[in-house]
């Protein structure tokens, strides 16, 4: 798993996972994501396009990152997500607090 976080304007960074998000590489995620938070992100975009396979430990490390941002006064989207991720989300019913956003643009400008 690949992470790259990319800060944007004050307070938002988009988030980019490439890989598998599962048993693996979600600590990482889950890391990575709470680093950008306690460095002032609380507004975040996790850009799922390059993910071709989620578990339910990635899902927690999500959900770990949602939690996070909302403590913090801020929100975290995904953009991008690929079908096998959509229907997970679907699955277990987190597309209504995790929602997908066709774009990292449209999911940015919300904020």
């Known amino acids: 798993m690949q992470v790259v976080v990319t800060p944007q304007s004050r307070g938002t960074a988009v988030v980019e996972l490439s890989g598998r998000l ?19 992100n609380q507004r975040l975009v ?21 939690k996070a941002t909302r403590l913090a006064g801020g929100d975290l989207r995904l953009a991008r997500p690929g079908e096998q991720v959509r229907t997970i989300l679907k699955l277990t019913t987190l597309d209504r607090v995790l929602k997908p956003y066709e774009t990292t643009e449209e999911a940015l400008a919300g904020y």
Not at 26 to 40: K, L
């Open 22 to 40: 599962d048993l693996l590489s979600a600590a990482e995620v889950r890391q990575q994501i709470s680093t950008a938070v306690a460095d002032g």
């Open 46 to 66: 996790v850009d799922m396009s390059g993910v071709e396979f989620i578990d339910s430990t990635g899902l927690g490390s999500l959900v770990s990152g949602l």
